[in-house]
């Protein structure tokens, strides 16, 4: 059983930056991979990276590459999500999530953090 809570949006303006953090707790932690997601208004949830807490290993879409990068504290139990370059078109709630292992469904969700991007 994991517990997720995202936190770090906000309100910024085009070309700006924003770290989101996912704080996570819980039993077995270590053997999950964890990812964020994001949706917008009118829009379906969109996969933008994920991590491993025991490895290095990250993906990002081209959507997101070159601008987002995924990082972790194994310390602190929590993932970040370091947005640069952002753009309106990256308003949206911003979610992490955990899954077992890479060949499961996500099955562990936060309450989402609200990122808008103003022009």
């Known amino acids: 059983q994991v517990q997720l809570v995202e936190s770090g949006g906000g309100l910024v303006q085009a070309g700006g930056s924003l770290r989101l953090s996912c704080a996570a707790s819980?039993?077995?932690?270590?053997?999950?991979?964890m990812g964020w997601f994001r949706q917008a208004p009118g829009k379906e949830r969109e996969f933008i990276g994920r991590?491993?807490?025991?490895?290095?290993?990250?993906y990002y879409p081209d959507s997101v590459k070159c601008r987002f990068t995924i990082s972790r504290d194994n310390a602190k139990n929590t993932m970040y999500l370091q947005m640069n370059s952002l753009k309106p078109e990256d308003t949206a709630v911003y979610y992490c999530?955990?899954?077992?292992?890479?060949?499961?469904?996500?099955?562990?969700w936060g309450q989402g953090t609200q990122v808008t991007v103003s022009s």
């Open positions: 819980g039993r077995s932690l270590s053997s999950y991979t």
């Open positions: 991590i491993r807490w025991t490895d290095v290993l990250t």
């Open positions: 999530a955990a899954r077992p292992n890479l060949r499961s469904q996500y099955s562990t």
